[in-house]
């Protein structure tokens, strides 16, 4: 398992739920371990852990959990 470097997690990078589907773009790291994605369609940020971060590539950052798992579990911000 590679670590996630998280200087790798940059502004407006879409964010990919396992399932491929884009759950939402990066605003800003909130600390070292959350991600705090830009406002969604209910007019609210939301924040993700690190820790769901499969991988950072090509300005995307892919998660280890499907859409409706990251949808329950976010956090409104």
Known sequence: MSTINVND???HADVIASCGTK???V???EG???IKLTKHGDGLHHLIPV???KEVKDN???LTK???EVKSD???A
């Open 9 to 11: 997690i940059t502004k």
């Open 23 to 25: 759950v939402g773009q």
């Open 27 to 29: 605003d800003h790291l």
């Open 32 to 34: 070292s371990d959350q």
């Open 51 to 53: 820790s769901w971060v």
């Open 60 to 62: 995307q950052v892919l």
């Open 66 to 68: 499907d859409s409706e």
């Open 74 to 76: 976010w956090k409104p």
